[in-house]
């Protein structure tokens, strides 16, 4: 098991930036896929974004793609969510998610426990 501890939220106004951020514990992070989900008040969580191990592969929803770029620092446990040309649409809570040898985009067994962001129009 790995713990994961979200951080970055916030209140911006449409057309800002944010960066979220994932500190994981334990040493095996490099093991692990890492994803990225929110949920916004009354909707359903929706995936947002994925890395594999490496880094070499990504993957994101197209409501976010060419705005929100995921990355991860396997030296710092770090996964990160940069955001820009927010949309009020974005405002969630936003989940890091953690599937150790994960081989799909979209099942994880780890989560945190959120960060909100806000976007004012």
């Known amino acids: 098991q790995v713990q994961l501890v979200e951080s970055g939220g916030g209140l911006v106004q449409a057309g800002g930036s944010l960066r979220l951020s994932c500190a994981a514990s334990?040493?095996?992070?490099?093991?692990?896929?890492m994803g990225w989900f929110r949920q916004a008040p009354g909707k359903e969580r929706e995936f947002v974004a994925a890395?594999?191990?490496?880094?070499?592969?990504?993957h994101y929803a197209d409501s976010v793609k060419g705005r929100v770029t995921i990355s991860r620092d396997n030296a710092k446990n770090t996964v990160y969510l940069q955001m820009n040309s927010l949309k009020p649409e974005d405002t969630a809570v936003y989940y890091c998610?953690?599937?150790?040898?994960?081989?799909?985009?979209?099942?994880?067994?780890?989560w945190g426990q959120g960060t909100q962001v806000t976007v004012s129009s």
């Open positions: 998610a953690a599937q150790k040898y994960g081989l799909t985009w979209y099942l994880y067994n780890n």
């Open positions: 334990g040493r095996t992070f490099s093991l692990y896929t």
């Open positions: 890395i594999s191990w490496s880094s070499e592969n990504t």
